[in-house]
């Protein structure tokens, strides 16, 4: 008798070694996980702080359906991420939404300043503090909505300027 209380004690034991394992374990795993995140939110607001743009100059082309912008990095980041800038424009009182994806109405681009430095290529593509991107957007030509008015760029981490068009 007094055996089998010392095994079923034994087991007890086990058994709670085996849950407070897995719990601190489980703890572990979570907390490490809480502070990847926390470092990813503090290093894309440090990019958000670091970014400014400037909307240099806007003129229409109104015979084309074009609206042309200048627009200059004015921060200390690097951008690049044009898949997910946005360009906004104000017809008849409604801001429509221009992206850089292939559709029948959307904007390009095209860095003016060279990304030649001493000789050496320095970010190819992307666009550097103090470049400037020229910008044409095919807006939608529906006299229902008017000819632009105001614009609006916003970068893929959600800075912006804007300008009126005159």
Do not use: C
């Not at 085996?18 to 440090?46: F, H, P």
């Not at 690097?78 to 008849?92: A, R, S």
């Amino acid at each position: 008798m007094g055996a089998g209380t010392i095994i079923a004690s034994a087991v007890a034991i086990i058994l709670l070694i085996i849950t407070a394992y897995v719990l601190i374990g489980g703890t572990l795993a979570t907390a490490k996980t809480a502070v990847l995140a926390q470092r990813a939110i503090s290093e894309k607001e440090n990019e958000r702080i670091h970014t400014n743009v400037e909307i240099m100059n806007v003129s229409n082309d109104l015979g084309a359906r074009l609206t042309y912008l200048e627009v200059k990095n004015t921060g200390s980041e690097i951008l690049g991420d044009f898949n997910h800038t946005e360009v906004y424009l104000m017809q008849g009182g409604v801001p429509y939404t221009y992206t850089n994806l292939s559709a029948p109405y959307d904007w390009v681009y095209r860095i003016m300043s060279p990304d030649l430095v001493h000789g050496e290529i320095v970010h190819p593509g992307l666009l550097d503090p103090d470049e400037v991107v020229n910008i044409s957007v095919a807006y939608d030509p529906d006299p229902l909505k008017g000819d632009p008015v105001w614009v609006k760029v916003s970068t893929a981490n959600g800075v912006y300027d804007s300008a009126y068009i005159v």
